[in-house]
T-cell receptor, first 117, second 120 residues
Framework: AQSVAQPEDQVNVAEGNPLTVKCTYS??????LFWYVQYPNRGLQFLLK??????LVKGSYGFEAEFNKSQTSFHLKKPSALVSDSALYFC???????????????FGTGTRLQVTL | GAVVSQHPSRVICKSGTSVKIECRSLDFQATTMFWYRQFPKQSLMLMAT?????????EQGVEKDKFLINHASLTLSTLTVTSAHPEDSSFYICSARVQTGAPLDNSPLHFGNGTRLTVT
């Protein structure tokens, strides 16, 4: 079974500082990995994904994530945080070897990012 | 980009009544849509996979008769919470994927803005 762990419930960072939101995964084969962001009372917005190729993936709003197979991690990073980045961030994994487009996306429990001035 | 519209955004109903939530893919066709439920300060729980023209696939522990799903067209799926009770109060989110037809589809899910259901 596939699973995702986000060990931090909340991450606090000052504006302008780099941020990291941690994610580790467990899946039988090579994973598809995703990061989503959720603002209050809204659905999730796609940030970036790793499918194959370069381990460093760049996404929306200046975010990037690094796929580390040996550590089974996919941490989300941003060099300089903004107050507007404050939101709930979800890491998700999908096993690509499941049949068809109905394969399940498994989400982590989410990490609340709080960026302060 | 792909847009998923969900309606209503907020609904309050009395215990015992039914509530219908609509999920539409506005600029793409979706043979498959997904319904999630999100509890406060928790992750998203997949409730069911909605399949156009056929029965939905429910996750273990989700009551089929309580959460009725209909996917009558390639752009519309509905979730009806029947005989709602206060414990059904939650945030319900639908999503869909732009299907490329590739053998290992890696396109991301696109989410609606969610529906906050409060049952009094």
């Amino acid at each position: 079974a596939q699973s995702v762990a986000q060990p931090e419930d909340q991450v606090n960072v000052a504006e302008g500082n780099p941020l990291t939101v941690k994610c580790t995964y467990s899946v039988s084969g090579n994973p598809y990995l995703f990061w989503y962001v959720q603002y209050p009372n809204r659905g999730l917005q796609f940030l970036l994904k790793y499918i194959t190729g370069d381990n460093l993936v760049k996404g929306s709003y200046g975010f990037e994530a690094e796929f580390n197979k040996s550590q089974t991690s996919f941490h989300l990073k941003k060099p300089s945080a903004l107050v507007s980045d404050s939101a709930l961030y979800f890491c998700a994994v999908r096993d690509p070897w499941r049949a068809g487009t109905a394969s399940k996306l498994t989400f982590g429990t989410g990490t609340r990012l709080q960026v302060t001035l | 980009g792909a847009v998923v519209s969900q309606h209503p955004s907020r609904v309050i109903c009395k215990s015992g009544t039914s509530v219908k939530i609509e999920c539409r893919s506005l600029d793409f066709q979706a043979t498959t849509m997904f319904w999630y439920r999100q509890f406060p300060k928790q992750s998203l729980m997949l409730m069911a996979t909605s399949n156009e023209g056929s029965k939905a696939t429910y996750e273990q522990g989700v009551e089929k008769d309580k959460f009725l799903i209909n996917h009558a067209s390639l752009t519309l799926s509905t979730l009806t919470v029947t005989s709602a009770h206060p414990e059904d109060s939650s945030f319900y989110i639908c999503s869909a994927r732009v299907q490329t037809g590739a053998p290992l589809d890696n396109s991301p899910l696109h989410f609606g803005n969610g529906t906050r259901l409060t049952v009094t």
